[in-house]
C-alpha cells in the first residue's frame, strides 16, 4: 500500500484502532492487533512498527514476517502458518507463540521475552537462538531435535521437550521450576538432567526402585524430580551403614546431626572439615541440609559430591582441587565461597545464593552458568560493559559486580545465536560503519540514495540511518515562522505546515 488513505482504510476494516500512520507509511498502534483467522494475503500489506498490546496473527497462511513489528508489548502469536523463517519477528516481546508452523530452526525469534515461548509442531533440529531464560514455560515438543544445544537454560514453570528424536538431554536446561517432560524419546542417558526440577518428570523410561505413576494410554511414567536427580546423579559413598556414618561424624566433630532413611545427613548447625578430609578426593558421607556454615577449605578434593543441598549459611570451599561444580549446594543463603580452585566453568552453579557469590582465582574464562544471586559477585572476569569495583591483592585483579547486573547481563550475552544469525549481524555491523563514513564524508547526495539502500537499510533494521538518509533525499523545506493570508492559502494544498 502506498497512500496514507489504503492504510486507513485497511486498517478501519479489520477493526484495529488507536492506531498513527507514520511519515514512513508504518504503523504504531496503542492498543490490540487481532487478525487472527482474517487475512487474505500470504505477507502483511502494511509496515507495523511498534504495538502497544497484543499482535496476533494466528490461524492464516502467512509465509513470511514481514510487516510485523519491532517490538510487542503483550503477546506475539503467530501460530498456524506457513512459516518457514522467523526473520521480521520483533526483538521484544511478552508472550511468543509460533507453533504449527514449518520452522526448521528458531533463527531471528525475539531475544527478549518476558513470558512463555512455544515452537511446538514445527520441524525445527536445533533450539540455537533462544533466551537463556525463559520466564514462563517453554515448549519444543513435536519437532526433530537431535539434542538441546542452543535452547534455555533456566525456565520458570514447565519445559516440554518430548516427541523428539533426543537420545540424551545434553545441552538442557539446569533449571526447571516446574515439570519437566520428555517423553517419546529414545533417551538412553540421563546424565545431563537438570540440577533442579521443582516439579514432576516425565519419561518413557522406568526407573527401578523410584516411586512413579504410569500412563497406560501414552505409555510414559511420572517421577518426582528430584527423584530422578538424585537417582541419576547418586554419588559413590565410601560409607553405607549407619554405624559407620556416626563414627566418621564423630570423628570430625559434627554435631546435632540426624540420618535419614536414605542414609543422608541433616545438621542442626555448622559443619566444619577445614582441613580434616587427608587423602580424600571427595566426601565419604552424603549431606542434606546443614543450618549453619558448611566449610571444606584447605583439602584436595576434586568433586562436590556429597556436599549439602541446602546451607542455611556459608558454603565454604576454596583452596581445594575442585574442576566442576557438579554436586554444589543448590540453595545457599549465605555467601558461595569457590576461590583458589581449578573451575573452567561456572555450570551446576546454586539455583540461589543470598549472600555474595566469590569465585576469583580460578580459570574460568566467563560467568555463563551462574544463576540466581542476591548479592554481589567476586570474580577475575572483567566485563567492559557492567559496573564493577576493582580490587588488587598480590597484582591478582578481582571484580565486584552486583549480582543483579550480572544476571541481566548474561541473559542478553549468552544467546547461541544461529550461523544464519551470526552472519546478519556481521553484515549489519558492516553496512552501519559503512554508510555512517559515507555520511560523515558526505559521499551521499540525494542522486546515488537509491530504493535499493533503503530496502537494505530496512532489512538490516538500520531505521535510524534509514530516516537520516531520506532527509537527505527528501530535504525538508524551510518554512517562514509567520505565512502571509495568501501563502498560507496556497501552501495549505501543498505542504505539511
Not at 533450539?127 to 520466564?135: A, N, Y
Amino acid at each position: 500500500m502506498h497512500s496514507i488513505r489504503e492504510i486507513e482504510d485497511w486498517l478501519d476494516s479489520h477493526n484495529i484502532s488507536g492506531y498513527i500512520v507514520n511519515t514512513d507509511l508504518s504503523v504504531t498502534v496503542n492498543g490490540n492487533v487481532n487478525l487472527n483467522g482474517l487475512l487474505a494475503e500470504k505477507v502483511l500489506p502494511i509496515k507495523f512498527k511498534d504495538v502497544n498490546g497484543y499482535f496476533d496473527i494466528s490461524n492464516n497462511s502467512l509465509i513470511s514476517l514481514e510487516g510485523s513489528p519491532h517490538s510487542v508489548a503483550r503477546d506475539f502469536n503467530c501460530s498456524n502458518n506457513q512459516l518457514e523463517s522467523l526473520f521480521d519477528a520483533p526483538y521484544k516481546v511478552f508472550d511468543f507463540d509460533c507453533s504449527n508452523n514449518l520452522l526448521k530452526n528458531l533463527s531471528y525469534c525475539p531475544k527478549e521475552i518476558q513470558g512463555y515461548f512455544n515452537c511446538s509442531y514445527n520441524n525445527l533440529d536445533s533450539l540455537l537462538g533462544v533466551p537463556r531464560t525463559i520466564k514462563d514455560y517453554f515448549d519444543c515438543s513435536h519437532n526433530k531435535l537431535s539434542n538441546l544445544k542452543g535452547g534455555p537454560q533456566s525456565v520458570e514453570k514447565y519445559f516440554n521437550c518430548s516427541n523428539n528424536s533426543l537420545t540424551s538431554l545434553n545441552g538442557g536446561p539446569s533449571i526447571v521450576n516446574e515439570d519437566y517432560i520428555c517423553y517419546k524419546n529414545p533417551i538412553n542417558n540421563f546424565d545431563e538432567i537438570a540440577d533442579n526440577i521443582g516439579f514432576n518428570f516425565t519419561t518413557d523410561t522406568k526407573f527401578n526402585h523410584i516411586k512413579s505413576t504410569h500412563n497406560n494410554e501414552h505409555n510414559y511414567y511420572t517421577y518426582k524430580g528430584k527423584d530422578v536427580i538424585e537417582h541419576v546423579r547418586k554419588p559413590i559413598v565410601d560409607l553405607t551403614e549407619k554405624d559407620d556414618i556416626i563414627k566418621w561424624l564423630n570423628k570430625n566433630n559434627v554435631k546435632n546431626f540426624e540420618i535419614t532413611q536414605d542414609n543422608e545427613i541433616n545438621v542442626k548447625g555448622p559443619v566444619n572439615l577445614a582441613a580434616k578430609l587427608e587423602n580424600l578426593s571427595k566426601l565419604p558421607v552424603v549431606f542434606n541440609k546443614v543450618e549453619g556454615n558448611f566449610d571444606i577449605s584447605d583439602n584436595e578434593l576434586t568433586s562436590l559430591e556429597g556436599c549439602p543441598k541446602v546451607v542455611l549459611k556459608d558454603f565454604i570451599c576454596l583452596k581445594n582441587e575442585i574442576k566442576t561444580l557438579k554436586g554444589s549446594p543448590k540453595q545457599v543463603d549465605g555467601n558461595f565461597i569457590i576461590i583458589h580452585n581449578h573451575i573452567n566453568s561456572f555450570k551446576h552453579s546454586p539455583k540461589i545464593v543470598k549472600g555474595d557469590y566469590i569465585c576469583s582465582h580460578n580459570p574460568a574464562k566467563n560467568l555463563d552458568g551462574i544463576n540466581t544471586v542476591e548479592g554481589d559477585i567476586f570474580t577475575n572476569v572483567f566485563i567492559e560493559t557492567v559496573k564493577a569495583q576493582k580490587y588488587v591483592y598480590r597484582n591478582v585483579a578481582t571484580y565486584k559486580y552486583a549480582g543483579e547486573s550480572i544476571m541481566h547481563y548474561l541473559d542478553k550475552e549468552y544467546v547461541n545465536l544461529t550461523p544464519e544469525e551470526q552472519k546478519y549481524t556481521k553484515t549489519r555491523n558492516e553496512l552501519k560503519v559503512i554508510i555512517e563514513e559515507m555520511i560523515q564524508l558526505n559521499q551521499l547526495n540525494k542522486e546515488n540514495i537509491t530504493d535499493t539502500l533503503i530496502r537494505n537499510l530496512i532489512k538490516y533494521n538500520l531505521h535510524d540511518l534509514k530516516a537520516q538518509i531520506l532527509e537527505i533525499r527528501n530535504p525538508k523545506k524551510k518554512q517562514k515562522e509567520e505565512l502571509s493570508k495568501e501563502e498560507l492559502a496556497r501552501a495549505a494544498f501543498n505542504i505539511d505546515l
